[in-house]
């Protein structure tokens, strides 16, 4: 998995933070579309990132509100920081 494709995410997911949730609820969910077609193009690349889409996928339909916003972001941060941590694909 390249870092950059999750960087990608994780900074539209900070853009939607800075802006508010409840303001930028449309943003949120058109970011799952975004992250299953990074997944594919991935693939393509011999890169894996099924098991990050398969996270998101999973916590999306948990995210109701800013409080539950904001801890997904920061799953999503802890992830990146396990992924850099055990060396992962720059």
């Known amino acids: ?4 494709y999750v960087r990608n995410i994780f900074g539209e997911l900070k853009r939607i933070e800075t802006r508010g949730f409840e303001k930028n609820r449309i943003d949120f969910y058109m970011l799952r579309p975004k992250v299953a077609y990074a997944t594919a193009r991935a693939k393509e690349r011999n890169m894996d ?3 990050l889409y398969e996270v998101y996928k999973k916590m999306t339909p948990c995210v109701c509100d800013a409080r539950t916003f904001k801890n997904m972001v920061n799953m999503i941060e ?6 850099k941590a055990f060396g992962g694909k720059e």
């Not at 998995?1 to 950059?4: D, G, R, V």
């Not at 802890?78 to 992924?83: M, N, Q, V, Y």
């Open 49 to 51: 990132m099924s098991l």
């Open 78 to 83: 802890a992830i990146i920081a396990f992924h």
């Open 1 to 4: 998995m390249s870092a950059s």
